[in-house]
């Protein structure tokens, strides 16, 4: 029969994807791991990793196994926070979200009420930050992608406009915005499939039957800045998320109707968790007396 400690190992291993990783991670020596792993995989007679020159992977019985230890020692975490005073001014939270420019206050909220919290903030499409949340790798996500399985809790936090960003250099920089039909044929430079501005942006398009340029996909926000900035094309952004760069200039689209909602996301299972309830608590304070979130938490009391 598997030990804990077996599988505390195991699971260490899989989320840093490696042995060495994970002795860093965890300041459990390199050796005491692989033995650990090995043993597991000695009782049950199962191959979990596979190993290579560059580290390790998951087999088909490794990942079944990961979901299920993601959940035990998930479930471990909630029990220590359940058994813990809801005014312990410290704790752990990991938030996955689409950007910083919504996470940030709230972050900064919730810190005024547990000054020595301790979080790792994960920057991801948004498709992507529903994924980490759904396995386990977040506890909270931000997010501009509402999820459609009914396992998550999902409240609104804010709406946002979508608009253009261009050089200062470039000849639209001194106008005050632009209409959607000006932008047939033009170069873009937008994000990979499964970027939610992207998405709204191509909504918005299609709204008025206009075809773009060509277009390069870049794989980051921070790549999609330099690239614009470079001169290879306009890009895409949402109001708020444009935040201030010299070389750049926003012009928003006065005819674009399909706003970007976002939107704060967590397991369903999981909401009541006293750090998760707080985050939430704490974006409704940031965000102001007219926030949507706000709103919604006052009508589920």
Not at 248 to 263: G, M, Q
Not at 281 to 299: D, F, H, V, Y
Request: one cysteine or more; charged letters at 25%.
């Amino acid at each position: 029969m598997a030990s804990v400690t077996q599988l505390r190992a195991f699971h260490f291993v899989a989320t840093a994807g490696g042995y060495s990783q994970a002795a860093r991670e965890t300041a459990i020596s390199q050796s005491n791991l692989s033995g650990q792993v090995r043993q597991l995989e000695a009782a049950s007679g199962l191959a979990l990793f596979e190993r290579g020159a560059f580290g390790v992977r998951l087999t088909a019985d490794g990942e079944a196994l990961y979901k299920v230890t993601s959940r035990l020692f998930t479930a471990i975490g909630e029990a220590d926070a359940i058994l813990k005073s809801r005014k312990v001014e410290g704790g752990r939270l990991r938030i996955a979200s689409d950007g910083v420019v919504h996470s940030l206050p709230i972050l900064g909220e919730l810190r005024r009420h547990r000054p020595n919290l301790v979080f790792s903030l994960l920057v991801h499409n948004s498709e992507a930050v529903i994924e980490q949340v759904a396995q386990y790798r977040a506890d909270v996500g931000v997010t501009a992608q509402r999820p459609k399985d009914d396992r998550f809790h999902v409240r609104p936090l804010t709406s946002m406009n979508i608009g253009l960003f261009l050089p200062k250099s470039h000849p639209w920089a001194r106008r005050r915005d632009v209409a959607i039909r000006e932008l047939a044929g033009l170069p873009f430079v937008l994000r990979e499939k499964g970027s939610r501005t992207r998405e709204v942006f191509e909504q918005n398009l299609r709204e008025h039957d206009i075809a773009l340029g060509p277009i390069l996909e870049v794989s980051t926000r921070e790549g999609v800045r330099e690239t614009v900035a470079a001169g290879f094309g306009l890009g895409a952004v949402a109001d708020l998320e444009f935040g201030f760069d010299t070389r750049l200039h926003f012009l928003p689209l006065r005819d674009a109707k399909v706003t970007i909602d976002e939107y704060l996301v967590c397991l369903d299972e999981r909401r009541r968790i006293p750090m998760i309830e707080d985050f939430f608590k704490c974006a409704a304070e940031a965000l102001g007396p007219l926030s949507p979130l706000r709103a919604s938490l006052a009508q589920a009391v």
